[in-house]
C-alpha cells in the first residue's frame, strides 16, 4: 500500500496524531534538560531575590498570577504528596488557610498530579503541553462527530488549540476547564445518538474532570451553554427525553464524582472575600471595542514579552486571536445554517459572548447580571467565543468540502468578509496610528497589517480556489492550515517564556535561610511587604499573614488589611495594611519584617536583626507568639464593633480576649499566671502545653475555620472564634495538653460521596460490557 493511500484510509488517525504532537513542536524546548516553562524569573523583581540575580530581566512580566500563585501551589502540592501527605491546609499564607478546598490549586486534575511523579520543571512543561493537545484533539473529535469532514475539522481544531485566549492563560488553572469544553460537547453528542448507560458514564467523568482543573465559574457557565445545547440537540434524537434525561443524570452523577472538591469549595467560598464582596457588587468592565485590534492582530498593542505594550487593557484579556480563516469561514457558516442546526447554535453562543465580552449597550448588562454571570468576570466568557468561533470554523469549511453552498455566493462571501476584514482592520490602525508611533514598537503597526493583509489575502484565494471544484484537494487543505499556522504562532511560540532551571525560584536567598532558623523556635510570622510578593510564604515555607489564592478568607481580610488591597473583583493579592505600631499588628505575630537593603525601620520600635546584601530583617519586640494565654474575656460584641475596637486599638490583646457570640463561651476568672508553648506544629496538626493558676483562654493567632477541632487532654471541646479570625479554646487551672486538628466534614462527606458515584460511574462502563460477554 502506498503512503498516500495509508493516509487517506488512515486520515482521522494522521490528523489526530498531528494535533497531538504539534504543541510538543511549539513548545518542546521547554522539556530539554535543564529548562522550564515559567515565568518564575519575575521573582528577581523583587526582594530578598532580586540581589541574587542582577541584571536578569523577566521575560514576561505580566505573569505574576503564574510565579507567585500558581506555580507555588503545584510545587506546594508536589512537596506535600511526596511526603505522604495530602494538602488540606496551606498554614504558610493568611495566617493558615484551606488550601484543597481552593479549586485553582487543581490537587486533583491529572495533568497537576504529573508533578507527584515527575521532577517540577518537566512537569510544568508536559502540563502546558498536553492541554494544547487536549484542546486541538478533543475539538477535531467534537467536529468528526458533528460529521465535519477530516480537513475541516483539523483546521477547526487548529485554531482552537493555538488561539490566543488559550496560549497567554495557558499557565492558569483556568484554562484546564477550556481545553475541555469541545470533550463535553461531544460526549453529549455520542449521548445523543447512543443512549445507555455508558455515554452518561463517560459524560459524568468530563464533568468532574472540568471541576478538578480548577475553575469551577468556567464549569457553571459551561454547563449552561452545554444544557441548552443538550435541549438544542434534542430536536432529532431517537429517544429525545431519554437523552435529556441522561444528559442530566450525567452531569448530576459527574457532580456527585466531584464532590469531594466541590464541597470544600463551597464552605471556603462562603468564607471568602471575593464572594462576599462580588455579593456586594460585581463590577461589569467589558473590553473596549478598540481591542479588536488585537482579535485580528494580535500584537496590535505591542506585548508584554516586547516591553512595548500600550493597550487599553491587561494584554491576556484582549488577546482573543484565532486567526484568519474561522474569520473567512464565518460568513460560510451562517449560509449553513440554513440546514446544519449546529451552525446557527454556536453562532448565536458567539454573538451573545461577543456582546458580553465588549459590551454591547442595552444588552450586555442585563445579561451579565444573571446567575451565574453575575458573579464571575465577564470578560472570562470569551472562552465560549473563540470555542464557537473555532466550531464555526470546521462548520463553514466542510460547506466548501462537501460542496453544500451555491459556489457563486459562497465565493462572493469569501471576497466580502476579506474585504470587511482588511478595511476593518485597516480603520482600527489609522484611528490608533498616532499612539502606536508614540511607542517604540518592535514590529511596528504598520508592519503587522501588511502582515495581516498577506495571511489574509492568501487564505481568502485558497478557499476561493476549493469553491472553484478543488474542495476534496489535500493540497489546498494544507496550503490553508499553514496560513493559519502562521497567523498563530508567534504567539504560541514566544508568549510562555521557557527559562534556565537555575531561575526557576533560586535560594532560599540567605536571609530566609536565616528567617527560617529563626521562625523554627516559636514560629514567628514574617511579613514581606514588597506588592506582588504576597505569596512569599508558601515559596519560602515561612509563616505570613499576607497571601494570594484568588479567594482569600474574608475575616482575616478585614482584620490585617483595614486599607484595602484587593482588586476591583476582590481576587488579587492580600497585603497586610494595618498600621506597624498598631496594637492590631502586634496581635499578628509578625515579628520580623523584611525589606530591600538600605531601607529606613518600619517603625521606632523595631530594630534591625539581620543585614545582608539581599535584604534587611526589623524584629518586632511587641509581637504577641503565636499561642498565648488570655485571662480576661468579652462577649456580645457584634462583628462590627469587633472590627472597630481592634482597628481603634481598643483592646489589650495580653490580657483580652474578643469572643465571638453571646451566652456559650465559658467564663474567665481573675487574672493569673500562665504559659502556653508550642510543642508540635505541622500543617493540620498543632499541638501546645499550656499551664494556668486561674481559667484562661489560649488563644491561637491562626485563621478560625470550620473544620478545625480542639481536645483538652483527649477531650474534646469546642473551638471559640477568638478576635474576630482566631481561635480559641478556655482552659481550667492545671497543666495540659491542647491539641487542634483540622478535619472538615466537607471533606470527608464530599470524599463519601465522591466515592460511591465513582462505584456508579464503573458500574455503567463495566457492566454492559460484562453482559455482552455473558
Keep these: 500500500m502506498r503512503p498516500r493511500e495509508w493516509v487517506q484510509r488512515r486520515l482521522d488517525l494522521v490528523l489526530a496524531l498531528a494535533l497531538l504532537i504539534l504543541p510538543f513542536l511549539v513548545l518542546g524546548r521547554a522539556l530539554l534538560p535543564g529548562r522550564v516553562l515559567s515565568a518564575a524569573d519575575n521573582v528577581v523583581l523583587f526582594t530578598p531575590w532580586a540581589a541574587q540575580a542582577p541584571g536578569v530581566t523577566p521575560a514576561n512580566p505580566l505573569l505574576l498570577d503564574i510565579t507567585f500563585l500558581f506555580q507555588p501551589s503545584v510545587v506546594h502540592a508536589a512537596e506535600e504528596i511526596r511526603a505522604g501527605h495530602f494538602p488540606l491546609w496551606n498554614p504558610f499564607v493568611f495566617g493558615g488557610v484551606p488550601f484543597f478546598a481552593n479549586p485553582q490549586t487543581a490537587v ?47 483546521l477547526g481544531a487548529l485554531s482552537f488549540m493555538l488561539n490566543a485566549l488559550l496560549i497567554t492563560w495557558l499557565q492558569w488553572s483556568n484554562t484546564g476547564t477550556v481545553i475541555l469544553l469541545p470533550v463535553l460537547f461531544g460526549v453529549t453528542e455520542v449521548l445523543r445518538e447512543r443512549g445507555g448507560a ?31 445545547w443538550a435541549l438544542y440537540r434534542a430536536r432529532g434524537a ?26 470544600p469549595f463551597a464552605e471556603y467560598a462562603q468564607a471568602s472575600a471575593v464572594l462576599g464582596y462580588r455579593q456586594e457588587w460585581t463590577p461589569y468592565f467589558p473590553l473596549p471595542l478598540r481591542a479588536l485590534g488585537a482579535v485580528l492582530m494580535p500584537y496590535f498593542f505591542g506585548s508584554p514579552t516586547g516591553r512595548d505594550f500600550w493597550g487599553p487593557m491587561n494584554f491576556n484579556e484582549i488577546s482573543l486571536s484565532v486567526g484568519v480563516v474561522p474569520w473567512l469561514a464565518l460568513p460560510l457558516a451562517l449560509a449553513a445554517a440554513r440546514t446544519r442546526r449546529a451552525a446557527a447554535y454556536f453562532l448565536a453562543v458567539a454573538a451573545l459572548a461577543a456582546a458580553l465580552v465588549y459590551g454591547l449597550p442595552g444588552v450586555a448588562e442585563g445579561i451579565a447580571g444573571i446567575p451565574p454571570l453575575s458573579r464571575i468576570i465577564i470578560v472570562r466568557v470569551a472562552d465560549l467565543l473563540v470555542f464557537s468561533l473555532s466550531v464555526l470554523c470546521g462548520l463553514g469549511l466542510d460547506a466548501i468540502a462537501r460542496g453544500s453552498v451555491p459556489t457563486r455566493r459562497a465565493r462572493d462571501a469569501v471576497r466580502a468578509a476579506a474585504l470587511v476584514l482588511g478595511g476593518g482592520a485597516f480603520a482600527l490602525v489609522a484611528s490608533e496610528y498616532a499612539l502606536a508611533a508614540r511607542t517604540a514598537m518592535r514590529v511596528p503597526l504598520a508592519a503587522q497589517y501588511v502582515w495581516f493583509l498577506a495571511q489574509l489575502t492568501l487564505a481568502a484565494l485558497l478557499l476561493v480556489r476549493l469553491l472553484g471544484g478543488t474542495g476534496a484537494r489535500p493540497r489546498a487543505w494544507l496550503a490553508l492550515a499553514a496560513v493559519q499556522l502562521a497567523g498563530l504562532l508567534p504567539v504560541a ?40 510578593a504576597a505569596n512569599f510564604g508558601t515559596i519560602f515555607r515561612l509563616p505570613e499573614m499576607g497571601g494570594y489564592d484568588g479567594m482569600t478568607p474574608r475575616r482575616i481580610e478585614q482584620v490585617v488589611d483595614p486599607a484595602g488591597s484587593l482588586d476591583s473583583w476582590a481576587s488579587g493579592a492580600l497585603r497586610v495594611t494595618a498600621g506597624f505600631s498598631s496594637p492590631a499588628f502586634d496581635l499578628l505575630g509578625i515579628r520580623y519584617v523584611v525589606l530591600a537593603p538600605r531601607s529606613a525601620s518600619p517603625a521606632p520600635h523595631f530594630t534591625l536583626a539581620y543585614e545582608g546584601p539581599d535584604a534587611l530583617a526589623y524584629r518586632n519586640d511587641r509581637a504577641l507568639p503565636r499561642a498565648f494565654l488570655a485571662f480576661r474575656a468579652r462577649t456580645c460584641v457584634d462583628e462590627a464593633a469587633a472590627l472597630r475596637l481592634i482597628g481603634e486599638g481598643g483592646v489589650d490583646f495580653r490580657q483580652e480576649v474578643l469572643v465571638a ?69 478556655w482552659v481550667p487551672p492545671g497543666t495540659h495538653e491542647i491539641e487542634f486538628r483540622y478535619t472538615p466534614a466537607s471533606f470527608r462527606y464530599g470524599l463519601l460521596l465522591s466515592g460511591a458515584a ?17
Design 108 to 154: 486533583l486534575f491529572p495533568l497537576t498530579a504529573l508533578a507527584y511523579v515527575l521532577p517540577v520543571p518537566l512537569a510544568l512543561g508536559l502540563m502546558a503541553v498536553l492541554k494544547l493537545s487536549v484542546a486541538g484533539v478533543g475539538m477535531y473529535w467534537f467536529l468528526r462527530r458533528l460529521a465535519v469532514s477530516p480537513g475541516p475539522a483539523g
Design 198 to 228: 455508558r455515554p452518561v458514564a463517560w459524560l459524568a467523568l468530563v464533568v468532574a474532570l472540568s471541576v478538578f482543573a480548577g475553575y469551577p465559574q468556567r464549569v457553571a457557565y459551561g454547563l449552561l451553554a452545554l444544557g441548552v
Design 238 to 263: 431517537p429517544r429525545p427525553l431519554g437523552f435529556l434525561a441522561g444528559w442530566a443524570g450525567g452531569v448530576a452523577l459527574g457532580g456527585a464524582l466531584a464532590a469531594v472538591q466541590l464541597l
Design 493 to 532: 511560540v514566544s508568549y510562555n517564556p521557557v527559562l534556565d532551571t537555575r531561575l526557576f525560584y533560586p535560594g532560599p536567598p540567605p536571609v530566609v535561610q536565616w528567617l527560617r532558623a529563626e521562625s523554627a523556635r516559636d514560629q514567628a510570622r514574617v511579613l514581606f511587604p514588597a506588592f506582588g
Design 661 to 729: 457570640g453571646c451566652g456559650d463561651a465559658p467564663a474567665v476568672g481573675p487574672p493569673g499566671v500562665g504559659r502556653a508553648a508550642i510543642r508540635e506544629y505541622a500543617a493540620e496538626r498543632v499541638v501546645i502545653d499550656v499551664t494556668t493558676d486561674t481559667p484562661a483562654y489560649l488563644v491561637l493567632t491562626d485563621a478560625w475555620f470550620p473544620g478545625w477541632r480542639a481536645w483538652t487532654d483527649g477531650r474534646e471541646q469546642p473551638i471559640q472564634r477568638a478576635d474576630h479570625a482566631f481561635r480559641a479554646v
Design 758 to 774: 465513582a462505584l456508579a460511574v464503573a458500574g455503567a462502563l463495566v457492566l454492559p460490557a460484562v453482559r455482552r460477554r455473558a
